[in-house]
C-alpha cells in the first residue's frame, strides 16, 4: 500500500499557526476574542457535525480561517515568505 500525504491535515496545522500568529498580532482584546472564538468554534463544529459533509465543511472553515489569518498578518506588514 502506497502511503498518501495527509494534505487536510498540513493545511489545518498551517491555519492554526497563522491564527495564533494573528492572535499575537493583533492589538485589541476584541479581535483576540474574535479570533479566539473562531478557532473554538472549529473545534467544536468537528465534534457536532460528523460524517463527510461535516468533514469536507470543517476543512473548508479551517481553510478560509488560515487564508485570512495570513492575509490580516501580511497586512499588518508581518514579512512572510
Known amino acids: 500500500m502506497i502511503p498518501t500525504i495527509p494534505y487536510g491535515a498540513i493545511g489545518i496545522g498551517i491555519s492554526i499557526l497563522l491564527g495564533i500568529w494573528a492572535f499575537i498580532e493583533a492589538?485589541?482584546?476584541?479581535?483576540?476574542?474574535?479570533?479566539?472564538?473562531?478557532?473554538?468554534?472549529?473545534?467544536?463544529?468537528?465534534?457536532?457535525?460528523r460524517g463527510t459533509t461535516g468533514n469536507l465543511v470543517?476543512?473548508?472553515?479551517?481553510?478560509?480561517?488560515?487564508?485570512?489569518?495570513?492575509?490580516?498578518?501580511?497586512?499588518?506588514?508581518?514579512?512572510?515568505?
Do not use: N, Q, S
Request: some cysteine; glycine content about 8%.
Open 27 to 49: 492589538e485589541t482584546d476584541w479581535g483576540r476574542v474574535l479570533i479566539a472564538a473562531v478557532m473554538a468554534f472549529l473545534f467544536i463544529l468537528h465534534v457536532l457535525w
Open 58 to 81: 470543517w476543512l473548508i472553515c479551517w481553510l478560509v480561517f488560515g487564508a485570512c489569518c495570513f492575509i490580516f498578518v501580511k497586512w499588518r506588514g508581518v514579512g512572510i515568505r
